[in-house]
C-alpha cells in the first residue's frame, strides 16, 4: 500500500486549502484512513479520521468545526478540507491507512502506511 499526499501551501489566517491523499491498494474501501500533522520540535499529532465502520468520522478537538475529511472510493482518495485556517495549523501534515479500518486510533505509532507529508502554512 502507497499513500501520496498533496495540496499543501502557503494561506493567509482565515483562508482554506484540501489537502488529498492518493492510495494505491485493492480493497481502498475497507482502508480506514486518517490525517496527522507536526509541526517544528513537535510531536506528531491527530487531526482526524474516517473509519469505514459505518463511515465515522472523528477530529481532534483543535480542528472540530473547521477541517473535514471525506473519501472517493471511485478514485481511491481521501480528503481534508481545511477551512478558517490558523498560523497554528501550520505544519507538515501526513496521511496514514490502517487496512482493518475499524478503529479510529489516535497514536502515529499503531500506523504503518504512511503519505510522505504535505506542507501549510498559514500566515497572520
Known amino acids: 500500500v502507497q499513500l501520496q499526499a498533496s495540496g499543501g501551501g502557503w494561506v493567509q489566517a482565515g483562508g482554506f486549502l484540501r489537502l488529498s491523499c492518493a492510495v494505491s491498494?485493492?480493497?481502498?474501501?475497507?482502508?480506514?484512513m486518517y490525517w496527522f500533522r507536526q509541526a517544528p520540535g513537535k510531536e506528531r499529532e491527530f487531526v482526524g479520521c474516517?473509519?469505514?465502520?459505518?463511515?465515522?468520522?472523528d477530529y481532534a478537538d483543535s480542528v472540530k468545526g473547521r477541517f473535514t475529511i471525506s473519501r472517493d472510493n471511485a478514485k481511491n482518495t481521501v480528503y481534508l478540507q481545511m477551512n478558517n485556517l490558523k498560523p497554528e495549523d501550520t505544519a507538515v501534515y501526513y496521511c496514514?491507512?490502517?487496512?482493518?479500518?475499524?478503529?479510529?486510533?489516535?497514536?502515529?505509532?499503531?500506523?504503518?502506511?504512511w503519505g510522505q507529508g504535505t506542507q501549510v502554512t498559514v500566515s497572520t
Open positions: 496514514a491507512a490502517d487496512l482493518a479500518g475499524s478503529r479510529c486510533n489516535r497514536v502515529p505509532s499503531n500506523y504503518e502506511y
Open positions: 491498494g485493492r480493497s481502498f474501501s475497507s482502508y480506514g
Open positions: 474516517f473509519i469505514r465502520s459505518g463511515s465515522t468520522t
